[in-house]
């Protein structure tokens, strides 16, 4: 079975500066990797996902992830915060073939201080 | 487009009792899922319909189930609550002919289930 495992349950970082999300992931097979985020009161958002080709890939609002599998990693990464991007940010996986859903990680709060 | 709908957003039951949770998806979208959040387990899969069928099964009692009937529209329903069911149930719409769950899956705003 598939596993994703977030390092950091909760990240402050000040406003315009760089903050990486980690992730890493465990599975025996192939998997597609999400990064998604969820605001207050609100459901969740895709921010990004990989399925193959190029390993480092962008999302909305400025972020972007990189698959490295020999890590089996998929850390998010932003080069500069804003206030806005306060939220709760969870990252998931799911196997290309058989049985499909989304297994999710604890979540890691960030929140950015002025 | 309007998004994914849930209802209702907020219900509060007593144990033993039973509870129906509706989600409505993105027009188009054939594939639901349900997923429960709570702070101690996170985030679950709990099941996935395509066609009025279910696809994908989480690991979660039988007291869970669920329906889609032919417009899409998606209903889970919990029987004989327990204290531990309280949580945020997140219902997710997929575009795709095939329905797969790595197609983007799109979430509505939640129905927050409180059990006394």
Redesign the interface.
């Known amino acids: 079975a598939q596993s994703v495992t977030q390092l950091d349950s909760q990240v402050p970082v000040f406003e315009e500066a760089p903050v990486e999300l980690r992730c890493n992931y465990s599975s025996s097979v192939s998997v597609?990797l999400f990064w998604?985020v969820q605001y207050p009161?609100?459901?969740?958002?895709?921010l990004l996902?990989y399925?193959s080709g190029s390993t480092l890939v962008k999302g909305i609002n400025g972020f972007e992830a990189e698959f490295n599998k020999s890590q089996t990693s998929f850390h998010l990464r932003k080069p500069s915060v804003h206030i806005s991007d306060t939220a709760e940010y969870?990252c998931?996986v799911?196997l290309?073939q058989g049985?499909?859903?989304?297994?999710?990680?604890?979540?890691t709060r960030l929140t950015i201080n002025p | 487009k309007a998004g994914v709908t849930q209802t209702p957003r907020y219900l509060i039951k007593t144990r033993g009792q039973q509870v129906t949770l509706s989600c409505s998806p993105i027009s188009g979208h054939r594939s639901v899922s349900w997923y429960q959040q709570t702070p101690g387990q996170g985030l679950q899969f709990l099941f996935e319909y395509f066609s009025e069928t279910q696809r994908n099964k989480g690991n979660f009692p039988g007291r869970f189930s669920g329906r889609q009937f032919s417009n899409s529209r998606s209903e889970m329903n919990v029987s004989t609550l327990e204290l531990g069911d309280s949580a945020l149930y997140l219902c997710a719409s997929s575009s795709g002919t095939s329905g797969s769950l790595y197609n983007e899956q799109f979430f509505g705003p939640g129905t927050r289930l409180t059990v006394l």
């Open positions: 597609y998604y009161n609100q459901g969740l958002q895709l996902k399925l969870f998931a799911t290309i049985a499909q859903k989304l297994v999710f990680g604890q979540g």
